[in-house]
């Protein structure tokens, strides 16, 4: 059964800094995409980062230049580093884990965690 787990969410003054992450069992951690997406009240969730089984890494726009989306795979976890944070993006960060194997799409999510920016 997979299981993803956030933690590292907060509340923190505007210009600060949180750093998120989370842990996932019940795949093989290295063959899944990994991102994290934010949901604000009354607005659709959002691609925040994603990074990729090879590395690669996507960003939405309104978080390049200060965030940074990182893997480890010796231990399962995907961490979102955040920098220079601002009021509007206070939200739920959920993790999740994807991928496209033989035509079927897989996507995992976690519980999501809480992070309000706000002085």
């Known amino acids: 059964q997979v299981q993803l787990r956030e933690f590292g969410g907060g509340l923190v003054q505007p210009g600060g800094s949180l750093r998120l992450s989370c842990t996932a069992s019940?795949?093989?951690?290295?063959?899944?995409?990994m991102g994290w997406y934010r949901q604000a009240p009354g607005k659709q969730r959002e691609l925040v980062a994603t990074?990729?089984?090879?590395?690669?890494?996507n960003y939405a726009d309104s978080v390049k230049g200060r965030f940074t989306i990182s893997r480890n795979n010796a231990h399962n976890m995907v961490s979102l580093q955040m920098n220079s944070l601002k009021p509007e993006d206070t939200a739920v960060y959920y993790c999740n884990q994807n991928r496209n194997w033989v035509g079927i799409r897989e996507d995992y999510w976690g519980q999501g965690t809480q992070v309000t920016v706000s002085s």
């Open positions: 990074i990729s089984s090879g590395g690669s890494t």
């Open positions: 019940g795949k093989t951690f290295s063959d899944y995409t």
